[in-house]
Nanobody, 115 residues
Framework: VQLQASGGGLVQPGDALTPSCAFSGRSFTIYSVGWFRQAPGKEREFAAA????????YYADSVKGRFTISRDNAKNTVYLQMNNLKPEDTGVYYC?????????WGQGTQVTVSS
């Protein structure tokens, strides 16, 4: 299994960004997928997750109401729509897939929110 995160960038406070996580190697539909982020000097933290079916969504309190996670099973891709970005959203964003028997991490994509 491979996960490829992309779509990060440098934006200003209040802007939006939608990184994506492309999955390959096994049946995508058995995996839930989560986004995690790591700010400089801090531990990696959970941001959002979506169940394998796409029916259940989970968000950290810090992003609730601003971020929306979604998946397109036809494209084996998960998206994280991030609106109203704040400087504290800065960090490397990682995606992780998990099934009942294994889990995989992708490489990160950098998101920088700065004026």
């Amino acid at each position: 299994v491979q996960l490829q995160a992309s779509g990060g960038g440098l934006v200003q406070p209040g802007d939006a960004l939608t990184p994506s996580c492309a999955f390959s190697g096994r049946s995508f539909t058995i995996y839930s997928v989560g986004w995690f982020r790591q700010a400089p000097g801090k531990e990696r933290e959970f941001a959002a997750a979506i169940s394998a079916s796409g029916n259940s969504l989970y968000y950290a309190d810090s992003v609730k109401g601003r971020f929306t996670i979604s998946r397109d099973n036809a494209k084996n891709t998960v998206y994280l729509q991030m609106n109203n970005l704040k400087p504290e959203d800065t960090g490397v964003y990682y995606c992780k897939s998990r099934s009942t028997r294994d889990e995989y991490w992708g490489q990160g994509t950098q998101v920088t929110v700065s004026s």
